[in-house]
């Protein structure tokens, strides 16, 4: 018999936070949607008019990393805090068909970014982060978590794995995807999360806390979460 999960004093036994789905219109911008779903009316607004301007602007049009999604959100006035366990981009990600197409173009830039986040006032913390501090933090806010999509799946969707619109944009077959998802609720007596995944069309998905766990440590993610502060 699974345990219940234990959260703070008055913490809800059940929490589902009521977002606006953006599905993913590349197979480069799942963060970016992302960082819409949690964003306030006025900005999300200014983001889609602006979507390429500004993106070119902020240098990441073409791949994203979750650095990039803190600087979009600084940009917008929206409170939250990076942890990650690796500051800057991985040695060990050369070599690695997910990254290396992507490395060459972005490695100076996702280094330089880490190494001028503090006076940037983007705020990260190099640690790695329990489920129950992210389930302990959805009462304040979502939280954007980078994952491998080959790890997710869907108790009521039944969609497993990764979507077919993500397929037709991934070399096959390959051990990792990076992917981020929304985190927005969760149900601690059946130990189920409640998630927003912008390559499928307006759903909450779920899924168990053992597979969050899984997909959001997988080698590659760095455990790279966002918390985020509404």
């Known amino acids: 018999m699974r345990r219940k999960l234990l959260l703070k004093p008055g913490q809800p036994e059940r929490l589902h936070i009521q977002l606006l789905h953006f599905k993913q219109k590349y197979n480069w911008d799942c963060g970016i949607s992302c960082v819409l779903m949690v964003l306030p009316k006025r900005q999300r607004q200014h983001l889609l008019k602006n979507f390429v301007k500004i993106c070119k602007k902020e240098g990441f049009y073409g791949s994203t990393w979750t650095i990039d999604l803190c600087y979009l959100l600084k940009r917008y006035g929206i409170n939250h805090v990076y942890y990650t ?113 912008p390559s499928f069309a307006d759903r909450v998905c779920i899924m168990s806390v053992e597979t969050l766990e899984e997909a959001r440590k997988s080698y590659g993610t760095d455990e790279d979460v966002i918390l985020v502060y509404t």
């Open 85 to 197: 366990v690796t500051l800057g981009v991985h040695p060990g990600y050369r070599g690695n068909s997910f990254y290396n197409n992507i490395l060459t173009k972005d490695e100076s830039r996702i280094n330089r970014r880490f190494e001028t986040a503090k006076s940037d006032g983007v705020v990260i913390e190099r640690a790695s982060v329990t489920c129950a501090t992210i389930l302990d933090h959805l009462i304040n806010g979502p939280v954007i978590v980078l994952t491998n999509a080959r790890l997710l799946n869907c108790d009521v969707c039944k969609l497993n794995k990764i979507s077919t619109e993500l397929r037709k944009c991934i070399p096959w077959p390959i051990s990792y995807q990076g992917h981020f998802i929304v985190l927005c609720g969760y149900d601690l007596n059946s130990r189920k999360v409640y998630y927003r995944n």
